[in-house]
């Protein structure tokens, strides 16, 4: 490979829990109905793990569906980059406990934090490792767990999130107009809150000496309404921007996935940009927002479901926590 070497999808997998919990589940616990929750957010069940379940046993498997659909083994592996905010520990990091559950050689292995647009980070760090030719075979992981932070008094919340994994190999290819063709990447911390209050805020259980007394628990809250409006707007530039940028390479965009968090703002990012609504993956009724497994779960079942092939360029869009956004186009 003496050309230049950009960073392919080899294979695709994803694992959630067995556990499926209805909309109907959370009238027991708060008041809400599944009338209200389908209609507001088109969520109509969400997948929880059990008792021996965590990031790091979904993300494991995950990595074994990539692996076999990649035709690789853990052995060929250079590296693992996973993205997550409910790690099973602080240290070691969920990309070791994959490492060694699979079986890898000492490969480098790293976990980010970046919330719901963690797993379009993870995918660029590998890109980045690729293409200085480091490595030749990532495995790329988003994995989370929220139902172990929700708070089952707080409906705002407890009925958007649900767990999961995704994984994706990405292996260096010189083969041109193939691969990564673009990466969008931002972060505004300051636009994170309002005054004291985080527009999504996880309690860090180590090493925040003093949480706020109302927070002591270690739940995820959120301020939906201004986080509606933030995921709107950026989903919008996001989309546009790529819709430019496909223009510039001459390709078109077959399929968006975005970060499945409310099919209301989905819709309002479309209407917005007039992308076709029959070229966007959705299955957010089935899991919910699985945070940084999100994207990866789409785009696994969008592969093995035949809505894109290789040849199609698809866009990756995702917003969460931080606050952070991003955008991926990459060729299959
Ligand atoms: C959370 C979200 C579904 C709320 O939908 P919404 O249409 O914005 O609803 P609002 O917050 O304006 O609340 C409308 C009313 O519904 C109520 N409500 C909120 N959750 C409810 C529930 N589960 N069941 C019934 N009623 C509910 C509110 O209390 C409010 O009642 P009020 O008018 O009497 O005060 C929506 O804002 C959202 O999806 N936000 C983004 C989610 C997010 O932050 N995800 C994580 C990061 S990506």
Same mark, same amino acid.
């Given at each position: ?8 999808? #080899? ?34 069940? #969400?997948?929880?793990?059990?008792? %021996? ?11 074994? @569906? &990539?692996? &076999?659909?990649?035709?690789?083994? &853990? ?21 070791? !406990?994959?490492? +060694? =559950? ?9 976990? /980010?934090? !970046?919330?719901?647009? *963690? ?26 767990? /929220? ?8 409906? %705002? ?10 994984? !994706?190999?990405?292996? =260096?290819?010189? =083969? #041109? ?11 505004? *911390? ?32 959120? %301020? *939906? ?5 933030? +995921? ?15 223009? #510039?390479?001459? $390709? ?8 499945? $968090? @409310? ?19 959705? @299955?957010? =009724? @089935? ?5 940084? &497994? ?11 479901? *035949? ?26």
């Amino acid at each position: 490979m003496n050309g230049s070497i950009t960073a392919a999808l #080899r294979g695709t997998g994803c694992s959630v829990p067995d556990r499926v919990v209805p909309n109907d589940w959370f009238t027991s616990h708060v008041e809400t109905s599944d009338e209200w929750i389908r209609t507001r957010t088109g969520i109509c069940e #969400r997948r929880f793990v059990g008792p %021996n379940e965590t990031a790091g046993t979904l993300a494991v498997t995950a990595s074994r @569906n &990539a692996l &076999a659909a990649a035709g690789l083994t &853990a052995d060929d592996l250079d590296m693992i980059v996973c993205a997550t905010v409910t790690p099973d520990h602080m240290c070691p990091s969920t990309a070791c !406990v994959v490492q +060694a =559950a699979l079986g890898c050689r000492t490969i480098p292995a790293m976990h /980010l934090s !970046v919330a719901c647009t *963690g797993f379009l980070y993870a995918l660029s760090v590998a890109d980045q490792f690729i293409r200085t030719r480091s490595v030749r075979h990532v495995l790329v992981i988003g994995a989370d767990v /929220l139902s172990r932070t929700i708070d089952l008094t707080d409906r %705002n919340s407890c009925i958007l999130f649900g767990d999961g994994a995704g994984a !994706v190999v990405l292996s =260096a290819t010189d =083969a #041109r107009g193939h691969g990564i063709r673009s990466v969008k990447l931002f972060a505004d *911390g300051s636009a994170g809150s309002i005054g004291a209050d985080k527009l999504i805020h996880l309690p860090a259980k180590v090493t925040l000496q003093q949480p706020p007394p109302e927070r002591q628990r270690n739940h995820i809250w959120l %301020n *939906g309404r201004e986080v509606f409006k933030f +995921a709107v707007r950026r989903m919008i530039e996001l989309t546009q921007d790529a819709i430019d940028e496909c223009q #510039r390479l001459g $390709v078109e965009i077959k399929l968006l996935i975005p970060h499945q $968090v @409310n099919q209301r703002i989905i819709d309002a990012a479309l209407e917005q940009t007039g992308f076709p609504a029959d070229r966007v993956m959705v @299955n957010l =009724a @089935n899991y919910g927002n699985t945070s940084g &497994a999100s994207v990866p779960i789409a785009l696994d079942e969008a592969i093995r479901g *035949g809505r894109a092939k290789v040849g199609d360029t698809i866009l990756l869009v995702a917003f969460g926590g931080g606050l952070t956004w991003g955008s991926v186009i990459l060729t299959l």
